[in-house]
């Protein structure tokens, strides 16, 4: 079936779950929204995400999408039931993939979550897991500051050094052996928490996890596209072109030619 597969997110962090798709899924063609003027959605109440999400959904339908990824931890945990019955098409979210991937992981049942407030308010993850494992201990930690550290591009940086410490001190005392990096921005700072948690800590890409659900799911329902079918990606934004195609640049395998502002509340 050769039409585009529509992904949303708070602003650029869903580029890490677009990338895993052209990768995983080369002969598909993409329709990226990334709600720039709005972000974070973190620490937003569930009506507003679930306002913003109804829109960028109305939005992408418009661009006859097959298929709509949430590429947003935040609106996969508080709206993704609401997205699944205002559209016809399937839904994949972001949280779900990363969950079977970290109760697939842990040896010793301890996994660690870091995302959003909103995120981890919701409960998502642990009921994910306890669904998967009752006996699995869930040790989760909000990291708010760390979509600003990625937005602006300081992933690396001797700030981002020592708010990734902070927040993950605690988490050392329970002996976690899987940590799940809940919100499309974090694998972005991978290579710092990485050294923070240490090489016996696995850590949990739910990007990954949700290109190789959303290959299934295109299998399964026979809508991937025909061989040799023309390839294209789109990109919209709510606001900051130069700063989203810069960032766009640093994240895909592909340079971004263009990117279009929307006026996401006329939808």
């Given amino acids: 079936m050769n039409a585009p597969i529509g992904i949303f997110d708070s602003g650029v962090g869903g580029l ?3 990338r895993e798709i052209m990768r995983q899924l080369p002969g598909e063609s ?14 937003k109440s569930k009506n ?28 996969s945990a508080l709206a993704v039931g609401e997205i ?10 972001v949280v779900e993939p990363g969950a079977h991937m970290a109760a697939a992981s ?33 040790v989760s930690k909000a990291c708010p500051l760390f979509v600003p550290l990625v937005e602006e591009g300081l992933l690396e940086d001797r700030v981002t050094e020592d708010i990734v410490g902070r927040y993950l001190h ?5 002996e976690i052996d899987a940590l799940v990096l809940g919100c499309t921005h974090y694998p972005l700072l991978r290579g710092v928490i990485g050294r923070e948690v240490g090489e016996k800590v ?10 190789k659900s959303l290959k299934e799911l295109l299998r399964e329902q026979e809508i991937l596209a025909p061989p040799e079918s023309p390839v294209q990606y789109e990109y919209y934004v709510s606001d900051g072109v130069e700063k989203f195609i810069s960032f766009a640049d640093s994240v895909l395998p592909c340079h971004v030619e263009k990117t279009t502002v929307v006026d996401i509340e006329s939808y």
């Fill in 16 to 18: 890490t779950v677009a």
């Fill in 170 to 174: 605690e988490m050392k005392e329970y």
């Fill in 48 to 75: 507003t995400v679930c306002k913003y999400s109804r829109q960028i959904v109305n939005f992408l339908m418009t661009k006859q999408v097959k298929a709509i990824v949430i590429a947003c931890n935040t609106a």
């Fill in 106 to 138: 842990t040896k010793n049942k301890s996994i660690g979550i870091l995302g959003t407030e909103s995120t981890i308010k919701s409960g998502i993850y642990e009921k994910y897991l306890h669904q998967l494992d009752s006996e699995i201990t869930v």
């Fill in 30 to 43: 993409l329709v990226y929204f990334g709600d720039t003027a709005r972000v974070p959605y973190g620490s």
């Fill in 202 to 211: 696995k850590l949990v890409n739910p990007a990954y996890e949700t290109a």
């Fill in 84 to 93: 699944r019955e205002a559209v016809e098409v399937p839904v994949i979210d």
